[in-house]
T-cell receptor
Framework: DGGITQSPKYLFRKEGQNVTLSCEQN?????MYWYRQDPGQGLRLIYY???????QKGDIAEGYSVSREKKESFPLTVTSAQKNPTAFYLC??????????????FGEGSRLTVL | QKEVEQNSGPLSVPEGAIASLNCTYS??????FFWYRQYSGKSPELIMF????GDKEDGRFTAQLNKASQYVSLLIRDSQPSDSATYLC??????????FGKGTRLHILP
C-alpha cells in the first residue's frame, strides 16, 4: 500500500535531548513537509522540501533541522534549542505544484512529550 | 508574513442543515486552495480542493473561491453528526509552501 509512515508514534524525552522523527513515503512525491500542531491549534509549517538535497524553512524553523538525502525520506530533528518541543508532529508529501499537485498526504503523526 | 485566517468556532449547526465555513488569505499569488477535515487526535484528510474562481461541488460539499476578495469557503449540505470535526483551510503559494489556518471546530447537533 502506498502511503506515508511516521515513527515513532509516541516519544518521551528529557529536556535538553535531541530527538529525530522519521518520515518515509512510497508515493513517489517530490515535495515533503513537516508541520507542528499544538492543542486546539492549526498546523504550523516547520520545514519543507521540493526536491532531493534541497529544503526551505517554514514559519517556525528555529530549533529544528531536516535533511533530504533520498526522495523517500525526510527526517526531522528536534534539537535542544527548541524551547517548547512538546507537540504533535505531522509529516506530509505531495506532487509538486508544477505537476498539478498541492494535495497533502499525511502520516499518522508523532506525539512528542518532553519531560 | 503570509497568513490564512479562519474563525475558530465552535460553529454549531443542526443536523440536516447547511454548514458554512469561511477562510481568507493574504497572499494574492496563491494558486490552489484546500479544505481538510481533522478528527480529534487524527491526521487531516482532504475534503475538497479548488483552483479557479467559482464553485466546485462534490457530493454534499461545495467549495467556493473568490480570488479578488481573497476568500474561500466550504459549504456542507445535509449536515450529519459524523461531520463534527475541525475543518482546516490550506493555501498553496507559488513556491509549494502550503500554509494552514488555525481551523474551525464544527459541531453538528442531533
Amino acid at each position: 500500500d502506498g502511503g506515508i509512515t511516521q515513527s515513532p508514534k509516541y516519544l518521551f524525552r528529557k529536556e535538553g535531548q535531541n530527538v529525530t522523527l522519521s518520515c518515509e513515503q512510497n508515493l513517489n512525491h517530490d515535495a515533503m513537509y513537516w508541520y507542528r500542531q499544538d492543542p486546539g491549534q492549526g498546523l504550523r509549517l516547520i520545514y519543507y522540501s521540493q526536491i532531493v538535497n534541497d529544503f526551505q524553512k517554514g514559519d517556525i524553523a528555529e530549533g529544528y533541522s531536516v535533511s533530504r538525502e533520498k526522495k523517500e525520506s525526510f527526517p526531522l530533528t528536534v534539537t535542544s534549542a527548541q524551547k517548547n518541543p512538546t507537540a504533535f508532529y505531522l509529516c506530509a508529501s505531495s506532487r509538486s505544484a508544477w505537476e498539478g499537485g498541492g494535495e497533502l498526504f499525511f502520516g499518522e503523526g508523532s506525539r512528542l512529550t518532553v519531560l | 508574513q503570509k497568513e490564512v485566517e479562519q474563525n475558530s468556532g465552535p460553529l454549531s449547526v443542526p443536523e440536516g442543515a447547511i454548514a458554512s465555513l469561511n477562510c481568507t488569505y493574504s497572499d494574492r499569488g496563491s494558486q490552489s486552495f484546500f479544505w481538510y477535515r481533522q478528527y480529534s487526535g487524527k491526521s487531516p484528510e482532504l475534503i475538497m480542493f479548488i483552483y479557479s474562481n467559482g464553485d466546485k461541488e462534490d457530493g454534499r460539499f461545495t467549495a467556493q473561491l473568490n480570488k479578488a476578495s481573497q476568500y474561500v469557503s466550504l459549504l456542507i449540505r445535509d449536515s450529519q453528526p459524523s461531520d463534527s470535526a475541525t475543518y482546516l483551510c490550506a493555501v498553496n503559494g507559488r513556491d509549494d509552501k502550503i500554509i494552514f489556518g488555525k481551523g474551525t471546530r464544527l459541531h453538528i447537533l442531533p
